[in-house]
DNA sequence: GCAATCGCCGAACAATCGTTCGGCAACTGT
DNA sequence: ACAGTTGCCGAACGATTGTTCGGCGATTGC
């Protein structure tokens, strides 16, 4: 009964509950592993361990291998990445529809510099999931899902776009994510409200 | 009197000449498996002498240690692409100056996809290099001034940006630069023809 | 209170990594 | 023709990697 592997995360065993503990504990020591030192290549089974405080062999309990664990720590970051921006978006003016954009991707970009780390790993790790109908469903098709939504309401709103809502949406997150991909793989000490302003001058070169 | 390093390479001994063949063979072969195999972390010692058909000892008479192989490659990659592009842009019409910049762009486009370990190399070591003066100059920067002064020329040529032509090459240099790496974290079947396509959008958004 | 179960760990395994050393073969200068 | 130099290689070393195995201590069920 034991061995049941989970397909989404590969978890294997202990399927009674509270036992989760210990589980979050190691992807959260793996976040932080991966925040500190730099790309992925620092993520190895012993620095884990070594950070969350338990031995090698214990993480073989929650993970099946580790490739299961760098899937576990990325689809990890990539809900706490969802949860930022859907926070920033509902926390938002609602009267202002593209303040509400720029408060997504303003959470996007802090996100993203906040978390180094993840970054590394995403960019390394070819994402093939797909729709059970064959559509493909990478792990940021929400994200600019979210940004279509907001986009969409800019329009109903009344807001002159330049482009239709979807693909607006597409042409500013792929903007902003190229904005933050420069900044890692450049200067560390470059100022970050660059990137804000970078985001907001792309933002008004769609919307008007 | 051997022992010279070079700083810019960190080229070790073989300063006479014609002995520069292996050395380039070695970077050939390094970047062929850079483009076969995933990302940076393929890009071993051992694997490097055995794409190169030497022995692994061998390498250590043209870059001092592994951290010089890899600043090799990269340099060695960056001129290739700096190559294209210029090349592209010549090539071009001359009479249709937007179109040398989507020229440039295209090459751009063209050479990430056909390299894609080059990319997960760039993402994954940070430049720090700065002029004599302090600016920093980052290997690319070169490659922004190009597009700067292809917009530059659509400027003088009468064209309506909706930006700086600075600004405008940052703009669809990062935007670009942002769909590519997508392209890259993404799955590896997707169309290319695609990025082409998005890239004339965004050229569009920003010249009329 | 006893036996079974379960999470955890210390230790070891094989593989691979970067790197060094000593010697071999070929070429050079005289 | 000989001695010296030089590029290259086979073999090894130490470190680190992912992973497995056997047992220990605590908790659970009866």
Chains 1, 2 share one sequence.
Request: aromatic letters at 6%; charged letters at 30%; a negative charge.
């Amino acid at each position: 009964m034991p061995d049941e592997t989970d397909l989404t995360t590969q978890r294997v065993r202990n399927p009674w509950g509270q036992g989760d503990r210990l589980r979050t504990e190691i992807l959260d020591a793996a976040v932080r592993l991966l925040s500190e030192l730099g790309g992925a290549e620092a993520l190895t089974i012993r620095g884990v361990a070594r950070a969350a405080g338990i031995a090698p062999a214990s993480i073989y309990q929650h993970f099946a291998d580790k490739a299961a664990l760098v899937r576990g720590v990325v689809e990890y970051d990539y809900e706490r990445l969802s949860a930022v921006m859907r926070e920033a978006d509902e926390s938002a003016d609602t009267d202002d529809v593209v303040g509400r954009v720029r408060a997504q991707m303003h959470a996007y970009c802090r996100f993203a510099i906040a978390n180094p780390g993840h970054y590394r790993l995403m960019l390394g790790n070819r994402r093939v999931a797909r729709e059970p109908d064959g559509r493909p469903r990478g792990p940021l098709v929400p994200v600019v899902e979210s940004v279509a939504a907001a986009f969409e309401r800019c329009e109903r709103a009344g807001a002159r776009l330049r482009l239709p809502s979807d693909r607006a949406a597409v042409m500013v997150f792929v903007g902003t994510h190229g904005r933050v991909a420069l900044f890692h793989s450049g200067r560390a000490d470059e100022d970050a409200d660059r990137i804000l302003q970078f985001v907001d001058e792309l933002i008004s070169l769609v919307v008007e």
